[in-house]
Each structure stands twice: as C-alpha cells, then as structure tokens.
C-alpha cells in the first residue's frame, strides 16, 4: 500500500481501533501530536499550580501527622508534573517552551486551582472532592491510546488514591469534631463542590475537542459522563459525613439510576478559565518566583550532567586507545 496521508491516517486508526498503543516514533497525524501536547502539558501545569494553593498549608498543620502527609501529597503533585513534562517532550515540545507558556500566562492548567484555600478544611476538600475528580478522569487516562501518557498516569492514579483518602479522613475529623469544626468542613463543601464539577469541562454540547479526542480514544469517556460518575459516588460520602451538598436540584433519579443535579455556572467557569478568577493573577506570580528563584538549581543540574557527560566521553575514549 502506498504511503499517502489517507493510507498512512486509515493505518493509524486501525492500529487504535485494535487498541495498539502508539509510540513516540510511531507516525501519527499531526493534529494528533498536537491534541496530546495540549492536554498532556495542560495537565502537567496543573499538577504544578496545584502545588501551591496546598503548599500554602503546610507550615500550618494542625499536627506533625498531618503536616508529614500533606508535605508527601505536595511533593507527588511535583512529581506527576515531571512524569507528565517527560510525556510532552516525547512529542517534540521542549520543557522549556511549555514553562515559558506557563510563566507568561499563555496556558491553560484547571480551573480549580484559581480558588484560595482559606481554612485547614480546604485542605479536605481539595483531597477529598478536588483528588477525587481527578481519580475519575485520570482512571481512564491510564488507558489513553498514547503510550507514554498512559505509562504515566498508571503510577499517578496510585499516588491520587493516598492523596483522596487523605482529604476524606481530615474532612470526616472535623465532621466528626466540635460544632465549630463541623460548621468548618461543611463552609469548605459549599465552596469546592461546584468549581469541583467544573474541572471536568464544558458539557459534552459544547466540549470543542471530546469528539475527535474519543475517536482517537486519548479520551474514553465524556466529561458529562465522567461528572456523572463523579457526583454518584460523591453523594453518599457527604451523606455518611453528615454534610450536605450545596445544591437543592441534587436528587436520585430511580429511572437513569443515577442522581440529577443543578445546573453548573458556566459563566463563572469561562471567566476562570479565561484568567478572571479569584486567584489567577497570584497563582502566575507565585509560579514566576519560584522558577526564578529556581534557576540555579536548573543550571547546576544541567552543568553537572554536562560534566558527567564529558567524563564519560573521555573514559570512552581512553578506554578504545
Ligand atoms: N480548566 O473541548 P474541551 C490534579 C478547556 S490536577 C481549564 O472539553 P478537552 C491535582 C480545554 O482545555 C489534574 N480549562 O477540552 C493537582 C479547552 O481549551 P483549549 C488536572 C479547561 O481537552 C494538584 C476548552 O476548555 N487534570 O489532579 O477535550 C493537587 C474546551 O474543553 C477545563 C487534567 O488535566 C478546566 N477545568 O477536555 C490536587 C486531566 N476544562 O485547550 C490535584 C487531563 C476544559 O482548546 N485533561 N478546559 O484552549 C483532560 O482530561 C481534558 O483536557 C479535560 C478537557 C477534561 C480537562
């Protein structure tokens, strides 16, 4: 068969559609390489940012307990980043060009991270709604038809589970406290659960890319179905907490099996995403500090790899004389 576009494109398809993964030096289209840099970079920025609204906890932990987990859950967010960059790169997209887009506010990284975390229970709330949401759409990711990516997000996922439960059990503490601690857990559901739902995008209606990323199966489920699932196995976790979530259209539905819920505010989303929310600007700023104050830890990285590399090269050389 001749390599044309066409063949090369019925070829590539055939090779997802028998659930083949693709490799960095496989061909692929072009729109394909680009979907998947976009994602996999967006993704890869998120775990990043959302170092920061967590990180701005931990010097306030009520216990050493706490602190040791939520200084391990911060340093897995870097961590997922690294393996997620590694996965971009293996695209053709240097890790430079990603962060400069990062630092000069020209990519996107969720929505969620543009919230303030203004008491030790939004600590909670992030593990328990904000790690949560991410399981439910990570899970599936681990099947993505990219090979790298997928490799990725399967050592992610383990680490997403530790990071959910340890949000679940800091908001059942307080659920379970004093009035005042209770009050607390809850005042934090009220604020995370509906910019939680808005991490897994615009409905399906008006999702620009769904289609064609199902298609070529980086993406397996919709984000209407994946916020579905989400709010299914959400429900009865609030309900054994005793917490009640912020949404009076929230009811099960005996006929679709699964509970009806209110409508998101898509406007607030849009203005998040679009740099308007409530802590954009401090996210982008704190994010250029810290990479310039970073640099030269990345300069003594790479001299000494430089090194290394010359000895290695010499040794080589007198090693075949
Ligand atoms: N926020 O056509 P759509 C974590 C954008 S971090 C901002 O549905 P797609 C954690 C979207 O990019 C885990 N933007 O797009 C870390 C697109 O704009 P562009 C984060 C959003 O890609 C630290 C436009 O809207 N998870 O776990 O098919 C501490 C149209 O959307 C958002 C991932 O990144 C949003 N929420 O689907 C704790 C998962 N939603 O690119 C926890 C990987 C949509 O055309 N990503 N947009 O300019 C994905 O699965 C998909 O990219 C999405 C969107 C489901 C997010």
Redesign the pocket.
Known sequence: MENTIENLEAKFQAKIDAEIKIEPKDWMPEKYRK?LV???S??AH??I???L??GNWISRAPSLRRKMALLA??QD?GG?GLYLYSAAETLGTSREQMFEDLNAGKA??????NYPTLTWADIGA??WL??G???M??VM?TRTSYGPYARAMVRICKE?SF?QRQGYEITMALAQGSPEQKEMAQDALNRWWWPSL?????NDA?????AQ?MAWK??RKS?DE?RQAFVDATVPQAEFLGLTIPDKDLKWNEERGHYDFGEIDWEE?WQ??KGGGPCNKQRLRDRNKAYKEGAWVREAAMAHAKKRAEKRKAEMVSSNA
Do not use: C, W
Not at 108 to 113: E, H, L, N, R, V
């Open positions: 979907t976009r994602q996999i967006q993704h998120s775990e940012i959302g170092m609204p967590e859950k911060v967010e997922h996107k990284y969720s929505s969620i991270f992030v593990g904000v790690d949401a991410a399981i759409n990570q990711l997403e990071h808005m991490m897994f995008g615009p008006t999702s620009t890319h769904s990323s980086i993406k984000n994946l989303f998040v995403v």
